[in-house]
């Protein structure tokens, strides 16, 4: 078990902590049996809400008979995952294993919840991910966990209905408002996209990508600068399409008239990550060539000296305090992130959006989509993929943060400068919820 990590301890790891979500090099299959005890079979429990999961750790066991796995379904992480986990922490009963959000690992790190991976050969994983991933997981030379999946963004959208109505799709943000103009006007019915405003994420995901940083840290304090420029000027953008109604607000994603709308082309498109695609397919399945992909815009204003992009989603395999098993169970999460065999079972069974593993998906680059009109799907995702930026730091009250910028949104006018008020209040409660974790804290606006 590792050693208890002290809250100044933590602040130096938050330096280090970066990636919200390259490719190359082909790996050989590895499946080979991890390290057994004396005398008897090592069994690991991984808690996990990934559908399917069982079918993965079956593949698993038939190869590794010393050392067993037991998928045990747990809710989602904010459905009531990650305070299952806490709580079978307290109770010095968690599991060896389990799936964290990468976003979530300064939050059990700061309650002493992780097993640092590198006194246990978690070194020789570094080289075999994704960079932006791989940093994800890295606290001042520490390991907490092998990241699994990301959800590189990119743009969907309804090519059939781009063609009827003379659009060309945008490269920037800036032509993007003037194409959801131009939808409005031609077909008052439709929508460029729908917008959610009690769900935050994929902003936090566009400011990123703008350059915003909410959360850095400097020595042993934690700067919270949420209502930076490049971040209050998304948050104006987005604000500002709302306030014209060139969003669709009444359908947000996920909304069963939000999925109607995609499949009748009145939703136009959708901003989102790699996994995004295998939902549009499955919503409509029969509807080959009208869909395409396309690299999500830029903000060229904001971000001038090279193209970004962002990620949104991603999840790792952590091993918990109090495992008496780091060893197995790191051989066990670095097979679930890198082994070909294991990523495709993950990605059939369990639907994730996009591997962590250098050059899984080199072979497929040139691979053509019949469902999005014959074109190169996974070379857009790897062409994003390989534009994420690691300079995003997560922090220990993520969550909140993101329940404060949803309340504030649904709340506020729904115009730009609503929405960078809301952003400024959620740079107050930031600061106040770390501050009261009893860390040091000072806000950069």
């Not at 131009?182 to 996209?193: M, N």
């Not at 209050?232 to 999925?259: H, I, K, M, N």
């Not at 499949?263 to 009208?290: E, F």
Request: hydrophobic share 40%; charged share 15%.
């Amino acid at each position: 078990m590792m050693p208890p990590i002290d809250r100044r301890t933590l602040l130096r790891f938050a330096a280090a902590a970066s990636g919200m979500i390259a490719v190359g090099g082909t790996m050989a299959a590895c499946t080979s049996p991890a390290a057994t005890l004396p005398g008897g079979v090592v069994h690991l429990d991984y808690w996990s809400w990934w559908g399917g999961f069982s079918n993965v750790v079956d593949i698993w066991n038939a190869h590794n008979p010393g050392v067993q796995v037991t998928a045990t379904t747990i809710p989602g992480g904010t459905s009531g995952g990650y305070q299952k986990v806490f709580s079978a922490l307290n109770a010095g009963a968690a599991p060896d294993l389990a799936q964290l959000e990468n976003y979530q690992i300064p939050a059990f790190l700061i309650e002493d919840g992780l097993v640092d991976l590198s006194p246990h050969g978690g070194t020789a994983i570094v080289d075999k991910l994704v960079p932006w991933q791989a940093d994800a997981v890295q606290f001042a030379g520490g390991i907490y966990g092998v990241p699994v999946d990301g959800g590189p963004l990119v743009s969907y959208y309804r090519r059939d209905r781009y063609e009827e109505l003379g659009l060309t799709v945008p490269t920037t943000w800036a032509e993007y408002a003037e194409t959801a103009r131009a939808v409005r006007a031609a077909d008052p019915k439709s929508y460029i996209e729908a917008f959610p405003l009690n769900d935050p994420e994929i902003l936090l995901s566009l400011m990123s990508q703008a350059g915003g940083k909410w959360v850095s840290v400097e020595d042993d304090t934690w700067v919270v600068d949420i209502a930076s420029e490049a971040s209050t000027e998304v948050a104006r953008f987005w604000g500002g399409l709302v306030g014209e109604g060139l969003l669709d607000t009444r359908r947000p994603p996920w909304a069963t008239s939000w999925f109607s709308g995609l499949q009748d082309g009145t939703v136009l498109g959708w901003t989102a990550a790699s996994w995004a695609g295998p939902i549009i397919q499955g919503n409509d399945p029969d509807k080959a060539d009208a869909w395409a992909v396309a690299p999500m815009p830029q903000w060229p204003a904001l971000n001038s000296a090279s193209a970004r992009t962002a990620t949104q989603g991603g999840s790792s395999s952590v091993v918990l305090r109090g495992s008496q098993h780091p060893v197995e169970s790191l051989a066990f999460a670095t097979w679930l992130a890198t082994d070909p065999e294991a990523i495709d079972a993950m990605t059939k069974f369990c639907g994730i959006g996009w591997s962590s593993a250098q050059g899984h998906y080199d072979t497929q680059l040139t691979e053509r989509s019949a469902y999005f009109s014959n074109e190169h799907v996974v070379a857009e995702y790897a062409a994003s993929s390989a534009l994420v930026p690691n300079d995003w730091t997560w922090w220990p009250t993520v969550l909140t943060s993101r329940n404060h910028f949803a309340d504030t949104l649904a709340a506020a006018p729904k115009t730009g400068d609503g929405f960078v008020a809301a952003l400024r209040e959620v740079q107050l409660r930031t600061v106040a919820d770390l501050r009261n974790k009893g860390l040091n804290v000072r806000s950069a606006t």
